[in-house]
Nanobody, 124 residues
Framework: QVRLVESGGRLVEAGGSLRLSCVAS????????MGWFRQSSGLGREFVAS??????????HYSDDVKGRFTISRDNDKNTVYLQMNSLTASDTAVYYC???????????????WGQGTLVTVSS
């Protein structure tokens, strides 16, 4: 069955950087848009970043909260999507999920597959 497995989450100090990875298996990876979402304690799941199945400069989206600090990328040969996170703040603390879907732009309720999440904690 399709699996998405995130990794890279950990405790980091404010101002620091992390890179999250999400490896997909049993999925025609290059045919799916990939998204990163996050959920903080007590809040709903929110969109972070996405990259379409045709990775060009105009097929990448970011939320306003992370624009200029986070970078999404994908490696179709490795069935992996990455999220490089820089200048982290306490408000970035959340469980980060990757998701795959055949919609564009991506939205939470339109994704076909989800990972189990990886926890990012930013200490202030």
């Amino acid at each position: 069955q399709v699996r998405l497995v995130e990794s890279g989450g950990r405790l980091v100090e404010a101002g620091g950087s992390l890179r999250l990875s999400c490896v997909a298996s049993s999925l025609s990876f290059s045919k799916y848009a990939m998204g990163w979402f996050r959920q903080s304690s007590g809040l709903g799941r929110e969109f972070v970043a996405s990259v379409s199945w045709t990775w060009t400069g105009d097929n990448i989206h970011y939320s306003d909260d992370v624009k200029g600090r986070f970078t999404i990328s994908r490696d179709n040969d490795k069935n992996t999507v990455y999220l490089q996170m820089n200048s982290l703040t306490a408000s970035d603390t959340a469980v980060y999920y990757c998701a795959a879907g055949k919609i564009w732009p991506v939205r939470s309720n339109g994704m076909d597959y989800w990972g189990q999440g990886t926890l990012v904690t930013v200490s202030s």
